[in-house]
């Protein structure tokens, strides 16, 4: 019935559907249409009604659907299996434990809201309600401890290539895992790692993607924004997730059989540090000096006014 309802609303296109319609399509009374169309508001959908005109949906809610989703993934797809929860402390957290319990690699937590979504150096993730694509990604490379962090430029490379092909819009990668647009992040990226001094057991890939905001809180305004920011219209969560497992697919087949060395001219393709004044603050040391760009294991090379190379292996870039 919902399905039928809903179906009839679009053939509307944006216009007005006469309630005689609805109920002749549907077999029932004109007080039964009444009350579906209130339960599809329930349901998040803007439906508006207007005498001797009928019903118009205005809107419909932006559910992220695994259903839709795994129909749109290619066959085979290094996505195994999508757990979607509602509302979850941390997609992050929950990925850790089923990695932990032997989930297989290409298990993705999904959630609609986060309630303690962590950032990178223990800050917090604002993670509201289905405004945005929080997820984790179980995976298994075979490889050393220490390429380990190239997931995550891998995952920049996804995010931009994902975002340009549903949306059209070209946002940067702030090395190593902030997608930008004019300055304001959109995105970021968490890689862990469950390991042994020599052995990789599980590499938790996390991703934080503004997609529809509308405004941020105070302590963000000034520093995030999301793709319905920049797009100037809302944004299916679902297209745009779709395009970046499409990505991420053939870039993680890529590198587990050529290596990061295949991936660094694409990352450097979207990056804004390279050939720029930056500044980076290490656990060490603060240094200023221009960000020549990566080497093959991803490490950030700054070459100081001293004309000394510095390799960045972690730190906080300001641009
Ligand atoms: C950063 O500090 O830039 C990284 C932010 C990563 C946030 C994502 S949202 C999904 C996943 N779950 C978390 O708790 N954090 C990551």
Redesign the pocket.
């Known amino acids: 019935m919902k399905s039928t309802l809903l179906s009839l609303l679009r053939t509307g296109e944006g216009e007005f559907v006469s309630g005689e319609k609805i109920s002749d399509q549907l077999g029932c009374s004109r007080t039964a249409v009444w009350k579906h169309i209130d339960a599809l508001r329930k349901e998040g959908y803007t439906v508006e009604a207007a005498p001797k005109k009928g019903y118009r949906l205005a809107g419909e809610p932006d559910t992220l659907s695994v259903h839709q989703l795994k129909s749109r993934l290619p066959e085979p797809s290094f996505v195994k299996d999508i757990l979607h929860y509602p509302s979850i402390h941390?997609?992050?957290e929950t990925a850790h434990l089923l990695a932990s319990e032997q989930a297989e690699e290409g298990t993705i937590v999904l959630a609609d809201e986060?309630t303690k979504?962590?950032?990178?150096l223990g800050?917090q993730?604002h993670?509201p309600p289905e405004t945005g694509i929080?997820?984790?990604l179980i995976l298994r490379p075979d490889i050393e401890v220490r390429s380990a962090p190239q997931l995550t430029l891998l995952t920049a490379v996804a995010v931009v290539r994902g975002i340009k092909e549903s949306l059209g819009l070209d946002p940067e990668i702030k090395w190593p895992?902030?997608i930008l647009f004019n300055g304001r992040k959109a995105a970021?990226?968490?890689t862990e790692m469950q390991a042994e001094p020599d052995r990789v057991h599980a590499i938790i890939v996390?991703?934080?993607l503004n997609v529809n905001q509308d405004y941020f809180p105070d302590e963000l305004a000034d520093i995030a924004t999301s793709l319905r920011l920049e797009k100037g219209e809302k944004v299916s969560r679902t297209d745009v997730l779709e395009a970046i497992l499409k990505e991420w697919d053939w870039l993680y087949r890529m590198f587990l059989k050529e290596g990061f060395s295949s991936v660094k001219p694409l990352w450097e393709a979207h990056a804004l540090t390279m050939g720029k004044e930056i500044t980076a603050r290490t656990p060490r040391e603060t240094l200023k000096g221009v960000a020549v760009g990566i080497d093959d294991a991803g490490v950030l090379l700054l070459r100081t006014k001293d004309g000394k190379l510095h390799h960045i292996y972690s730190a906080d870039i300001e641009v």
């Not at 979504?117 to 990178?120: L, N, T």
């Open positions: 941390s997609t992050q986060q979504g962590k950032g990178r800050r993730w993670s929080w997820m984790s895992n902030d970021g990226i968490l996390g991703l934080g």
